[in-house]
């Protein structure tokens, strides 16, 4: 039965050009919900709409993806029941009392990124910033690499999903003009590497790529700092 469910996923997925892992997920859950019979009539329509011109987001700015007006489609038909075993997050009787909110799980919030990722927004900016102790270092010609692995997240704002309990591990890319500049500081056990970089998702190896912009340590900012602080003259 689950592998019936998979296959009939990936040709609805492929016929919708769908290939975020989410929303094929997503797709999973409908067949097993609904059943092979009906996601496909849902995806006759689909296609049949996307030939006469597709659904427009509700802000009239776009037409939905293919994807998008297929989830569109199914979210409005189906029984609130349904609804709510396939997006956990849309859950709760019409006319219940609201109760005090509680943050979503994560894995809800995969579900929410189908709905998110409708529209993109566009970045101009980004960056990320590790602090903490390198691994072992990898030259090669003009390139340092390391890794960094995150342990327990900080307190993070209320109403925040906590994050999964497995450490995030990245991959350090720095030049060896920069690395030059912090390869004895770094020696001491007590101090910390401060790296700034762009962040690239690595698809091939499932891991975060930190491609560094600045690197320092805490120790040399504390030098840094010391060094340029006034210095009063006596009476």
Not at 106 to 116: F, G, I, K, R, T
Request: proline residues 8%; positive net charge; glycine residues 8%.
């Amino acid at each position: 039965m689950e592998r019936e469910v998979k296959t009939t996923a990936a040709g609805v997925a492929q016929r919708l050009n769908e290939t975020d892992p989410a929303a094929i997920g997503q797709i999973e859950r409908i067949v097993e919900r609904l059943g092979a019979k009906a996601v496909q009539a849902f995806l006759r329509e689909t296609l049949e709409i996307e030939k006469q011109g597709g659904i427009m987001l509700s802000d009239g700015s776009r037409r939905r993806t293919p994807g998008g007006a297929f989830f569109y489609l199914v979210k409005g038909r189906i029984s609130r029941r349904d609804r709510a075993a396939v997006w956990p997050h849309l859950a709760g009787p019409a006319g219940q009392k609201k109760q005090k909110a509680e943050p979503p799980a994560w894995e809800e919030c995969l579900d929410l990124v189908l709905e998110a990722t409708e529209e993109k927004g566009e970045a101009t900016t980004v960056k990320i910033t590790l602090i903490g102790r390198p691994g072992r270092i990898v030259e090669k010609a003009d390139m340092v690499l390391t890794t960094m692995q995150g342990t327990k997240p900080p307190t993070l704002p209320k109403g925040l999903p906590a994050p999964p309990a497995e450490p995030t591990t990245y991959l350090v890319y720095i030049a060896r003009k920069q690395w030059g500049k912090v390869a004895e500081a770094i020696q001491a056990p007590d101090d910390k590497l401060i790296v700034e970089g762009y962040p690239v998702f690595e698809k091939r190896l499932g891991a975060m790529v930190v491609l560094a912009t600045n690197v320092t340590t805490k120790n040399l900012q504390v030098a840094k700092r010391e060094q340029s602080a006034p210095v009063c003259a006596a009476p």
